[in-house]
C-alpha cells in the first residue's frame, strides 16, 4: 500500500492521500481532539496519540492533519503514516459507525431557499473539488441579507491564503453566477 503526501498551503496541515475512498458522502468531517473521535474513528483516535498533532479533517479521498504550531513535521509525519498505513493495511473502516456522528445539514428552509440551492450546488460543483485538492473543505452556514456565511474547515481552516480564497476567488464565483451574493465572510 502506498500512502500519498502532500503539502497544503497551509504550513501546518499536510494531506495524506491513501489511494482509496476515506469517507463517503459530501461534507467532510473534522476532529479537533481525541475526544471528538471517540467511538466514532478508531484512526483517528490513534492518530491524536502522535504529540503535536492538533486536528484530523477527513476527505472523501484524503486525510488531513494539522500540527501544532511548534511541532515538526520532521517529528510528526512517519508517525501519522505508520498509523494509516496499519489501518488501512488492515481494512479497517475508518467510520465503523457512521450514524455516531453528528451530521452538518446543509437543508435550508429560510425564505432565500432557492437562492440557497444555486449556492449549494455551485459550492459542490466548482468550489469543494478546489479546496479538497488543497486538503480542506467549505461549510455553508448561513445567508441573510446578500451576505454568504461559510466556514473554512480542514487544511482551509486557519490557512494564512483563506482570507484570500474566501473573498478574491469564493466571493468572486458566487456574485457572477448569483447576483442575490454581495458578499462572502467567514462564519464564526
Known sequence: ??????????PNTMSFQPGKDVITGGAGIEFLSKKDAKDKSPLVERLFDIDGVASVFLGKDFVSVTKGEKSDWTDIKTL?????????????PVLPHPENLEGTTTEYTG???EIVDKILELLDTRVRPAVAR???????CDFDKGILYL???????????????LKM????????????????????
Open 1 to 10: 500500500m502506498f500512502i500519498q503526501t502532500e503539502s497544503t498551503p497551509n
Open 80 to 92: 501519522v503514516l505508520g498509523v494509516m498505513f496499519e489501518h488501512f493495511s488492515m481494512g479497517h
Open 111 to 113: 425564505e432565500n431557499k
Open 134 to 140: 488543497d486538503g480542506g473543505d467549505i461549510e455553508f
Open 151 to 165: 466556514r473554512m474547515r480542514g487544511a482551509c481552516a486557519g490557512c494564512p491564503s483563506s482570507t484570500m480564497t
Open 169 to 188: 476567488g469564493i466571493e468572486n464565483m458566487m456574485r457572477h453566477f448569483i447576483p442575490e451574493v454581495l458578499e462572502v465572510r467567514a462564519a464564526e
